[in-house]
């Protein structure tokens, strides 16, 4: 079995990026027809995110903004519950489509954290574009509009997702070898 170490953990290959690409594909067509003619604001939420949101900006075909804001709620391999804003909101939302752009849902709690800011922010419309979603370790209920895949509880790392900040440069998503 092929495994790879990121720090002190082993993983074992979960979804390779040939996967990946194809569920991405799928999604920003999904978009398209959906927003055609709407120009949507995509708010990407950093650092996971980032290789998810620039494969799925390459395949979206309509006039689009991009912006970023970036969150944290993980320590080692274990969400605190706690969601701190390291960086903002820079753009205006109010009258537009906005498009949020997450790597995984798991317990929702970001999701319910970034939806309950602009909430008061006058958007058109919000919807929630997530590569992964654990269904099973979900706490609060999020209407993913876009989604890649659903997957299982387990601590993954790779194409975006790391663990203690090292891994996001695979090209493959990997999950933690017990």
């Given at each position: 079995?092929?495994?790879i ?58 006039p ?63 919807a ?10 979900l706490k609060?209920?999020?209407?993913l ?18 663990y ?10 990997y999950k933690?070898?017990?």
């Amino acid at each position: 079995m092929e495994t790879i170490q990121v720090k002190d953990k082993l993983f074992v290959p979960f979804l390779r990026e040939e996967e990946i690409q194809k569920e991405i594909r799928r999604v920003a067509s999904e978009i398209n027809r959906d927003y055609e003619g709407k120009e949507p604001l995509f708010l990407c939420i950093l650092n996971g995110s980032f290789m998810f949101a620039s494969d799925l900006l390459k395949n979206v075909t309509i006039p689009c903004n991009v912006s970023f804001v970036k969150l944290a709620s993980y320590q080692g391999t274990d969400t605190t519950g706690n969601v701190k804003e390291l960086m903002g909101l820079q753009d205006s939302v109010e009258g537009r489509h906005v498009i949020i752009v997450e790597d995984i849902v798991d317990t929702g709690y970001t999701m319910r954290d970034i939806l309950g800011s602009l909430s008061d922010k006058n958007a058109a419309s919000v919807a929630v574009c997530a590569l992964l979603c654990k269904p099973d370790k979900l706490k609060v209920d999020i209407n993913l509009k876009y989604l890649a895949m659903n997957i299982p509880n387990g601590f993954i790392v790779g194409y975006g997702l790391d663990y203690d900040g090292f891994g996001r440069n695979l090209r493959d998503i990997y999950k933690i070898l017990k």
